[in-house]
Structure formats: structure tokens, C-alpha cells
């Protein structure tokens, strides 16, 4: 770490630290003596921390709701004003429930939205002008197929994850030139252990696009095997 720069190089800030890609996306950065400090609602966040504690890895844990995103934003400010801010960011975190555009109520739609592309975009406006000071710095979002080929019945997570896309874009445009990579990692299949989107193939991708190098970036990345 420069003495100009509050970023840890070697620490990742994962928001929606789930048991899937969550967990596989810090298992893989803990390979590389990555410590992590995991965010989320909290179902579920004791037991995938304790695990990846359990492998060894330097863990701390933050319980937040992005859905309230002034408490989220204040808590993000705190961690990236500590001296040894995360140079990683990955936004991860999404709400998968069955919906419809005619059915759904205006304040599901919202709750929704907070959840699938405000939060990330509150990371990115909180982490950039960090990650811009110190000239580096890395923000993914994972995204997902339903960008490519919305589905009626996942009406939400449809319009999110095509609106987290454009979001990435964008980010990649503003900041791309001061150092920091932004991009979304495309993950156009389910994920299901013990297949090609198990989780531990996807957190790969991550970090190709974490060690990528700036005439190698990218403003988003595909996951999607063909086998």
C-alpha cells in the first residue's frame, strides 16, 4: 500500500456474501491471502464466514440491508475511510423471486430495484473516489443472463440485471482512465454446484478480471461454458 493511499491491496469487500458464488468468489480471493470482509442481510452470514474461517481465511463480517441504504451507505464511508480501505469490491448481492410486470405492486418494485442495482451503484459511488486517489482499485458486479433474454415470470431481476449492466458500463467509462476497472460478470446460466456453473468455476472469472491488466479490461465478462 502507498502512504498516500488508504487501500489494502490484499482486501476484498464481498456485499451479498451468500453460500454460492458469494462464498466461492471469496474462497478464491482467500487463495491468494486475500482477507475479505463479507456483507449481507445476515441469513446465513455467521455460517458462510465461519466456514471460510474454517479454510483459513481473514474474515470479518458486516450484517447490513442494502434495502436501507442510508445505514448501508454510512457503513460503507467507515469502512473506506479506515486506513486500510478494500482495493476489491464485488457487488453480489440480488433478489431472485418469481414476479411479474403487471402484478407487481410499485413498492416491490422498488424494494427490488434498491437491492438489484441501487446498492451497487451506492458501492461504487462510495469506493471510486477512493479507488481514483490511489490511481488503482477493482469494482465487479455479477450480472446475470436474464440481461440477455428477460423472463416474464422474473420480471424484476429481468429489468435489474440489464439496468446493473448499463451501471457497470457506465462505471467502466468514468473511471477507467484514472486506474480503478469496473466491470459486470455475465453469468448467463443457474448456478448449480456439481455442474459448469458451479460456483468455483464462476469465482474464476472473477479473478481473470481481477488480474487483468488495463490494456486487458473489459466492461463486462461472459460466463458461459459451453459444456
Not at 449481507?40 to 481473514?58: C, H, I, K, P, T
Not at 431472485?96 to 461504487?124: F, K, N
Not at 455442474?195 to 488480474?211: C, H, K, R, V
Amino acid at each position: 500500500m502507498s502512504p498516500d493511499s488508504r487501500l489494502d491491496p490484499h482486501h476484498l469487500l464481498l456485499i451479498g456474501a451468500g453460500p454460492g458464488v458469494g462464498a466461492a468468489v471469496a474462497r478464491r480471493f482467500g487463495r491468494e491471502a486475500f482477507r475479505a470482509t463479507l456483507v449481507s442481510r445476515g441469513e446465513g452470514l455467521d455460517e458462510v464466514a465461519d466456514g471460510l474461517r474454517g479454510e483459513d481465511m481473514n474474515v470479518s463480517q458486516l450484517a447490513l440491508d442494502v434495502g436501507d441504504l442510508d445505514g448501508y451507505r454510512t457503513a460503507l464511508r467507515a469502512l473506506y475511510e479506515a486506513p486500510d480501505a478494500p482495493a476489491v469490491l464485488v457487488y453480489n448481492a440480488s433478489l431472485l423471486v418469481p414476479d411479474g410486470i403487471l402484478s407487481s405492486t410499485v413498492e416491490h418494485m422498488r424494494e427490488t430495484y434498491d437491492v438489484d442495482v441501487i446498492g451497487a451503484v451506492v458501492a461504487a459511488q462510495v469506493a471510486a473516489p477512493v479507488m481514483r486517489a490511489a490511481g488503482s482499485g477493482t469494482i465487479l458486479f455479477t450480472g446475470g443472463g436474464f440481461a440477455d433474454n428477460p423472463v416474464p415470470a422474473f420480471a424484476t431481476i429481468s429489468m435489474g440485471k440489464a439496468a446493473l449492466r448499463v451501471a457497470a458500463t457506465l462505471l467502466a467509462d468514468e473511471v477507467g482512465g484514472d486506474g480503478v476497472h469496473a466491470a459486470s460478470i455475465t453469468i448467463v446460466g443457474q448456478v448449480v454446484p456439481g455442474t459448469a456453473f458451479d460456483p468455483n468455476n464462476i469465482a474464476e472469472l472473477f479473478w481473470s478480471a481481477y488480474t487483468h491488466g488495463p490494456d486487458e479490461w473489459l466492461a463486462e465478462y461472459r460466463f458461459e461454458p459451453t459444456e
